[in-house]
């Protein structure tokens, strides 16, 4: 028995609706997640911080969104909540509005610790709904779920060029309205989440009498597999990170541009994350996941090596290029990670989007460190040749994906 007898489901019905609310819910949770960096040159220049403590902001958030989502996984695998995503709604909603009124450094870590404490709480079971909905269109269903995250997060610049750079961080709290509205979507969806589920696993029966969701592959093929992937995780999300966390400071000091300039062309970077992850997902569907991850990590190197030479017209061309390609990668990581264990949704939902919080923060901490004592510039000279590891890519078992 292959994965492809589990998740191949040709008769399995795509449930759109479901799968836009949550993308949308989705986008609802990363804006506010987003804030975050967004916010980081009116919180410099508030509270006098350094580079170095803007990445330990960034680890802060970002660790305190990994830790959970693992264990959160796996106790929801056994024990599926519905409507834990609300519960870690609450978590964001509390963070924002800390973070808008905070007065000190310490108040800023606690906030957005709180934040990343209701990623961690929202992914696991968002990633399994999003997977019983997808029917037989997994990488349709991913990208969807993922253009919502990364749109999210691409709106954050844009909302703090129009609203907090003019009013200020206790404009951060007008924000807690799109939280409410994400724990409406989210009571709706958990309400819906019985019947798909139920709809899902008779699918899967009917497909195969008596299969049960287990590995399929020996230990050291779904070992090596999930090896491979975090180190390409972590150097996509650290070449991401220069960018989410450092990209607004790179173009005022090299360009000279203005706080709101630098926010819209972070948000235009950040804009074609949303577009790579669902053209990725949807041809991943269609070519493999296998070939989309050599494509997604490797193909961005030669526009990372020109771009901290290039003048400000093909500095924003650049950047586009780079992350449509790496963006693309996300989906067809999570999806070839599912299929190396297929009956651990949530556990490999919250290892990977844990991951992407962790490893985002570790190469935060780092390249903050490594601006403020080189530079901006030589930050994004040295993540010029992070793409290399795309190489990596080479020891990926070759597995039955099941399309």
């Avoid at 780079?322 to 556990?347: D, H, V």
């Avoid at 290892?351 to 080189?374: E, M, P, Q």
Wanted: with cysteine; hydrophobic share 55%; charged share 10%.
């Amino acid at each position: 028995m292959t994965s492809a007898t589990l998740t191949a489901a040709p008769r399995a019905r795509t449930h759109v609706t479901v799968l836009l609310v949550l993308g949308l819910a989705h986008l609802l949770n990363d804006l506010m997640q987003s804030l975050i960096p967004a916010a980081y040159p009116i919180l410099k220049a508030e509270h006098g911080l350094s580079l170095t403590q803007i990445g330990m902001i960034t680890m802060t958030f970002q660790i305190a969104g990994s830790l959970l989502q693992p264990v959160i996984g796996m106790v929801t695998d056994r024990h599926p909540a519905p409507y834990s995503p609300v519960a870690g709604m609450m978590f964001t909603l509390s963070g924002l509005v800390s973070l808008a009124y905070a007065h000190s450094y310490q108040i800023i870590l606690i906030s957005v610790a709180l934040i990343g404490i209701g990623s961690s709480i929202f992914h696991p079971e968002a990633t399994r709904m999003a997977r019983y909905a997808a029917g037989g269109r997994q990488g349709f269903a991913q990208g969807i779920f993922q253009v919502g995250g990364q749109a999210g997060g691409a709106l954050g610049p844009v909302f703090a060029a129009l609203i907090i750079v003019p009013w200020g961080q206790p404009s951060l709290a007008i924000f807690a309205v799109a939280a409410l509205i994400a724990m409406m979507m989210l009571v709706w969806i958990g309400s819906r989440q019985r019947e798909i589920s139920a709809e899902f696993v008779a699918n899967r029966a009917a497909t195969k009498k008596g299969a049960t969701p287990q590995a399929h592959y020996a230990p050291l093929t779904i070992g090596i597999g999930l090896v491979v992937l975090t180190l390409l995780m972590f150097s996509k999300n650290a070449y991401n990170e220069s960018f989410r966390s450092f990209y607004t400071f790179y173009l005022m000091d090299r360009f000279g541009l203005s706080i709101r300039s630098s926010q819209m062309m972070l948000f235009i970077f950040l804009l074609a994350s949303a577009v790579g992850a669902l053209v990725g997902g949807i041809i991943g569907d269609r070519i493999g996941r296998y070939r989309i991850i050599w494509i997604s990590v490797l193909g961005p190197l030669p526009l990372t090596l020109i771009l901290p030479y290039a003048d400000l017209f093909w500095t924003g061309v650049l950047t586009v290029a780079i992350n449509l390609i790496m963006a693309s990668a996300f989906a067809s990581i999570l999806i070839y990670a599912m299929e190396l264990m297929p009956g651990r949704i949530g556990l490999i939902g919250g290892l990977f989007y844990g991951l992407n919080f962790g490893l985002g923060g570790i190469a935060a901490a780092i390249l903050g460190t490594l601006a403020d004592s080189y530079g901006v510039g030589t930050v994004y000279q040295l993540c010029s040749f992070l793409p290399l590891a795309g190489l990596l890519a080479w020891f990926l078992p070759k597995i039955d994906e099941g399309r």
